[in-house]
């Protein structure tokens, strides 16, 4: 369970430690509504994709399904910045599949978690073979990074893009290929 009590001590003792009054007017709410906001942007959490994948359909043909620019929203974990972009997902079922938002649904129980790119790209592809065994999984994932792009080297626009490949996927460039072709159409 989200701790908000602990959320909301930690955020006043943060702007203490860069200098502020919490006391003055415009701060007096924000470690309240941090931490309500916390309990939305980390409510995956407490989630399990496996929720959203246990409603199967049984299907004749394999062809791959692909749902693409899936928006997305998480948190870095290095930085507890956001980092935000698209998520695009292919599979080749094995004789079943889910609902379409059911994919988007999987995508968002890991990106409302402290986060890394690679990880996230990985989770997702990983799940989906777990739950709905399909015969490959393919993730990529487009993001800009907030850490990048308002501090450090500051590259504003600059783009993460991170590939996982899974099962039948793995060193198969046709159906790699016709899933980046996918992504162009
Ligand atoms: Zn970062």
Do not use: W
Not at 98 to 103: A, N, R, W, Y
Not at 136 to 150: D, L, P, W
Not at 164 to 169: A, E, L, M, S, Y
């Amino acid at each position: 369970m989200v701790d908000q009590e602990k959320i909301k001590a930690a955020v006043k003792l943060l702007l203490e430690g860069i200098g502020e009054d919490t006391g003055r007017e415009g701060l007096l709410e924000t470690p309240d509504r941090i931490a309500r906001m916390y309990t939305e942007i980390f409510g995956g959490m407490e989630e399990d994709a496996g929720e959203h994948l246990k409603k199967r359909f049984h299907v004749k043909n394999n062809e791959m399904v692909v749902e693409k620019d899936i928006t997305f929203y998480s948190t870095c974990e290095h930085h507890l910045m956001p980092f935000y972009g698209k998520a695009h997902v292919a599979y080749i079922p094995n004789g079943e599949v889910v609902g379409l938002s059911k994919l988007a649904r999987t995508v968002e129980v890991f990106t409302r978690r402290p986060q890394l790119q690679e990880q996230l790209t990985a989770q997702i592809a990983d799940a989906l073979m777990e739950h709905l065994k399909p015969q490959g999984v393919m993730v990529m994932i487009e993001a800009e990074h907030m850490c990048m792009t308002m501090r450090g080297v500051k590259k504003p626009g600059s783009k993460t893009v991170t590939i996982v490949t899974r099962g039948i996927f793995e060193e198969n460039n046709v159906l790699q290929n016709t899933f980046f072709a996918l992504l162009k159409s």
